[in-house]
C-alpha cells in the first residue's frame, strides 16, 4: 500500500481503576515511558500515554480513568497486550518476586513449541502475554 493510505495503528486504550498504581506497573514492571498525561476537569477523566518511543514513531498504550466509575466489566471480546521479554524465565521470576499475579507460568506454546509464552494480569486484572524474543 502507498504510504500515504497506510493506516498505522496509534494506541490500545484500557479504562483503569487507579491511574497511579497502572502507571506504576507499566512503567517498572515493562519499562514503559508516561509520554504524556492530562486532566480533563470539565470530563471529570485523565488520560495518560505510555510506551517506549515517540507517538509519531511506535503503538503506545492509552490508560483512561473515569473519575466516577467505581469499576468496569472485562467482558470477553478483549483478548491481552504482548510484550516481548529476551529471558522469560528470570523476568517471570522477578515479577514472582514483586508479586505480580500470573496466570500461566513460561511454558512452549501448545501449537508450537518453538515459542515460550506466559501470562500475568495487571492491576485491572487485563491479560498480558510474555513472549520470549532474544
Known amino acids: 500500500m502507498d504510504q500515504i493510505i497506510t493506516p498505522r495503528l496509534l494506541h490500545v486504550m484500557l479504562r483503569v481503576n487507579n491511574m497511579d498504581l497502572s502507571i506504576d506497573f507499566y512503567t517498572r514492571i515493562f519499562g514503559m515511558k508516561v509520554l504524556r498525561k492530562k486532566d480533563y476537569i470539565d470530563g471529570r477523566f485523565t488520560l495518560a500515554f505510555l510506551g517506549y518511543d515517540e507517538e509519531s514513531k511506535s503503538t503506545v498504550v492509552e490508560l483512561t480513568h473515569n473519575w466516577d466509575e467505581q469499576s468496569y466489566e472485562k467482558g ?14 528470570t523476568f517471570f521470576g522477578n515479577l514472582k518476586k514483586d508479586n505480580v499475579k500470573f496466570t500461566r507460568e513460561p511454558s512452549p506454546m501448545k501449537f508450537d513449541a518453538s515459542e515460550t509464552i506466559a501470562f500475568i494480569s495487571d492491576p485491572d486484572g487485563y491479560t498480558i502475554e510474555l513472549i520470549e524474543r532474544p
Open 76 to 89: 470477553n471480546a478483549f483478548g491481552h497486550l504482548a510484550f516481548a521479554v529476551k529471558d522469560i524465565f
